[in-house]
């Protein structure tokens, strides 16, 4: 069985703090936008929250960063029974994540496997439906330059072409770890779903546990820097996930 650890590192829990502070959707945005790291301490020292003690405090992966943590995730919860999906792309990244936790607390094998596949099937469904979005509202404002409808464009391709139209030149780092890894998961994802009995038998629970963590390098990480690229705030829950603690096998699997 796969386990989670309890705490992450130091420098690991002070990025989160950051990251929260700067990109998410908290309700202090218009106090700490434009702050650069060493305001941000400063802040939450003129708010009565010590920063080495947040910091201490943040390694818990179960404690909620104040004043800068919106911990509501893509639903709506409306009166009487329903919930509503505030936008697909999100909805789809809460149901990676709960793959991901199938994946992780399974006993089998073989189904920690099938999990893994449909996070990271959610995952890049999330992607998808985000830069689609993106695209729609970019051709509101623009005269349909983006031809969203057209289903032959690859997922890679809307990104290294998209992209620098959305933010008038800038383009994502394809040259570094984070771009290999996705683009190694994303060839995994579609081999899987062309061919969902893809077998599974001799792979490790160390092999699985490293293909969980390799999601926070890869396609999350990408889907964190576009986010940050196209100045978008995030949910609280994308953010973690660049930052989820290892994931280990407890015994000998």
């Known amino acids: 069985m796969l386990k989670v650890r309890v705490n992450v590192a130091e420098k690991q829990a002070k990025k989160l703090i950051f ?3 700067k990109y998410s959707d908290h309700s202090n945005r ?4 434009g702050l650069k790291n060493k305001i941000i301490e400063q802040w939450f020292e003129e708010n009565k929250y010590p920063f080495k003690r947040l910091v201490s405090d943040t390694r818990n992966w179960n404690f909620t960063v104040p004043f800068v943590e919106n911990t509501m995730d893509s639903k709506v919860y409306i009166s009487g029974e329903g919930i509503l999906n505030v936008n697909d792309y999100q909805g789809e990244f ?12 399974n006993a089998d094998i073989a189904a920690g496997y099938a999990a893994y596949y449909a996070c990271i099937t959610k995952l890049f469904a999330s992607l998808t439906s985000y830069l689609s979005v993106k695209a729609e509202s970019y051709n509101i404002d623009n005269a349909d330059v983006i031809d969203n409808a057209n289903k032959s464009i690859s997922l890679e391709d809307k990104i290294s072409q998209w992209v620098p139209i959305f933010t008038a030149g800038k383009a994502l780092d394809m040259n570094n770890k984070s771009w290999a890894l996705f683009t190694a998961q994303l060839a995994e994802c579609n081999a899987h779903t062309s061919n969902s009995t893809v077998a599974t038998e001799g792979l490790s629970a160390k092999q699985l546990a490293a293909k969980v963590n390799d999601l926070r390098g890869g396609i999350i990480s990408i889907m964190y820097e576009l986010h940050v690229l196209l100045s978008d705030e ?3 829950q994308l953010i973690r996930s660049v930052y989820f603690p290892d994931v280990y096998v407890s015994e000998a699997a």
Do not use: F, G, Q, Y
């Open 234 to 236: 995030m949910k609280s």
């Open 94 to 105: 809460d149901s990676a994540l709960a793959h991901r936790d199938v994946t992780i607390n």
């Open 30 to 33: 218009e106090l700490t936008d």
């Open 19 to 21: 990251d929260l502070t």
